[in-house]
C-alpha cells in the first residue's frame, strides 16, 4: 500500500510515517517511480509505534525494542531497558492517581461549598501559599 493509505488506515499523518522512516522505525519499499510501498503489516506496526509512543517511550527505546516485539528477539539489556520503561510508566500512573485523587477531594468540597456554604477546604487542610 502506498503511504496515503498507509496513513489513512492508520490515522497517522504521512508526515508522521516519513519521520517513523528517518528513526528507523518503519521501512517501506521503493516502486519503479520512488513511490514508498508499504506491506499490510505496516499498519500492526504503526498502531503499535502509536502505543508505545503514547506510553511515553521514545525513538530511541522504541527502535530498541521493535526486534524483540516484531522478530522474537530479546536480549538482557533489552529486558532490563523494558522492565525499567514499565517501571516508570508504573510510577507515572501513581503520580497520576494521586493527582486525580486530590482533584476529586478538591470537586467535592466544591460542590459542597456551592450547596451548602461550607468552606472549600478542610480543616487542617494547607491553604495557599504564604497563609
Same mark, same amino acid.
Given at each position: 500500500?502506498?503511504?496515503?493509505?498507509?496513513?489513512?488506515?492508520?490515522?497517522?499523518?504521512?508526515?508522521?510515517?516519513?519521520?517513523?522512516?528517518? %528513526?528507523? !522505525?518503519?521501512? #517501506?519499499?521503493?516502486? $519503479?517511480?520512488?513511490?514508498?510501498?508499504?506491506? /499490510?503489516?505496516? @499498519? =500492526?506496526?504503526?498502531?503499535?509505534? %502509536?502505543? !508505545?509512543?503514547? #506510553?511515553?517511550?521514545? $525513538?530511541?527505546?522504541?527502535?530498541?525494542?521493535? /526486534?524483540?516485539? @516484531? =522478530?522474537?528477539?530479546?536480549?538482557?539489556?533489552? !529486558?532490563?531497558?523494558?522492565?525499567?520503561?514499565?517501571?516508570?510508566?508504573?510510577?507515572?500512573?501513581?503520580?497520576?492517581?494521586?493527582?486525580?485523587?486530590?482533584?476529586?477531594?478538591?470537586?467535592?468540597?466544591?460542590?459542597?461549598?456551592?450547596?451548602?456554604?461550607?468552606?472549600?477546604?478542610?480543616?487542617?487542610?494547607?491553604?495557599?501559599?504564604?497563609?
Amino acid at each position: 500500500m502506498r503511504i496515503g493509505e498507509l496513513a489513512a488506515r492508520t490515522g497517522v499523518s504521512v508526515r508522521a510515517l516519513r519521520y517513523y522512516e528517518q %528513526q528507523n !522505525l518503519l521501512t #517501506a519499499e521503493r516502486g $519503479s517511480s520512488s513511490h514508498r510501498r508499504y506491506p /499490510p503489516s505496516a @499498519v =500492526d506496526r504503526v498502531q503499535l509505534i %502509536q502505543q !508505545l509512543y503514547q #506510553a511515553g517511550l521514545t $525513538s530511541r527505546t522504541i527502535v530498541d525494542l521493535l /526486534p524483540c516485539v @516484531v =522478530d522474537d528477539r530479546a536480549t538482557p539489556a533489552l !529486558l532490563d531497558q523494558l522492565t525499567a520503561e514499565r517501571d516508570r510508566i508504573g510510577r507515572h500512573i501513581a503520580d497520576l492517581t494521586r493527582t486525580r485523587d486530590r482533584l476529586d477531594t478538591v470537586i467535592a468540597n466544591a460542590t459542597r461549598n456551592m450547596l451548602t456554604g461550607a468552606a472549600c477546604r478542610d480543616a487542617g487542610a494547607p491553604g495557599p501559599a504564604g497563609s
